[in-house]
Nanobody, 119 residues
Framework: QVQLAESGGGLVQPGGSLGLTCAAS????????MGWYRQAPGKRRELVAD???????NYADSVQGRFTISIDVAKNTIFLQMNSLKFEDTAVYYC?????????????WGQGTQVTVSS
């Protein structure tokens, strides 16, 4: 019932910046949180950052201080500002949303957007 549209991925040099946007659309009852996960080749998918509707945030230790996540509640949209990018940030980034339905919780995933940090 919910689709996640991701944008902003691409190629950037080390030390550069990128911004990722994820917009949720469809039959949304109540978004509890949205966030970004990433998966690099040969590694498990890991949380990058997430944010609740109320604005509480969590960051992976590896991105703390470099990435900032924000939410536009009215638009059901999150934005991830990624600064001081490193080679290790190269991965496919997936948007995630957790929705509280009438009787249960639903989880949705975007299709993924590639972020490549390379000189």
């Amino acid at each position: 019932q919910v689709q996640l549209a991701e944008s902003g991925g691409g190629l950037v040099q080390p030390g550069g910046s990128l911004g990722l946007t994820c917009a949720a659309s469809g039959r949304i009852f109540s978004i509890y949180s949205m966030g970004w996960y990433r998966q690099a080749p040969g590694k498990r998918r890991e949380l990058v950052a997430d944010i609740t509707k109320g604005g509480s945030t969590n960051y992976a230790d590896s991105v703390q201080g470099r990435f900032t996540i924000s939410i536009d509640v009215a638009k059901n949209t999150i934005f991830l500002q990624m600064n001081s990018l490193k080679f290790e940030d190269t991965a496919v980034y997936y948007c995630n949303a957790i929705e509280g339905g009438m009787q249960t919780i639903y989880e949705y995933w975007g299709q993924g957007t590639q972020v490549t940090v390379s000189s």
